[in-house]
């Protein structure tokens, strides 16, 4: 398995459109802006993200034997 990474990519789609972004790991895309937010909601998706990723990494909860 290989290892995630996040690739953040801020893009302008076309020359009247706004900066926008796009967070990428292992070919996927995790969360992108809409050309209408605003900075703080591309922070929260960023977070969103980075968390999702975060989360993916985390091995799973051992169950007790005696369950």
Do not use: C
Not at 15 to 27: A, I, L, Y
Not at 39 to 45: F, V
Request: net charge positive; glycine share 2%.
């Amino acid at each position: 398995m290989s290892t995630p990474f996040l690739d953040f990519r801020i893009i302008k789609p076309a020359p009247r459109m706004d900066w926008h972004f796009e967070v990428w790991s292992n070919g996927r895309r995790l969360a992108h802006s809409g050309v209408d937010e605003s900075y703080p909601d591309m922070a929260k998706a960023m977070t969103a993200a980075v968390r999702s990723v975060q989360a993916s990494l985390r091995p799973a909860p051992k169950q007790d034997a005696d369950q």
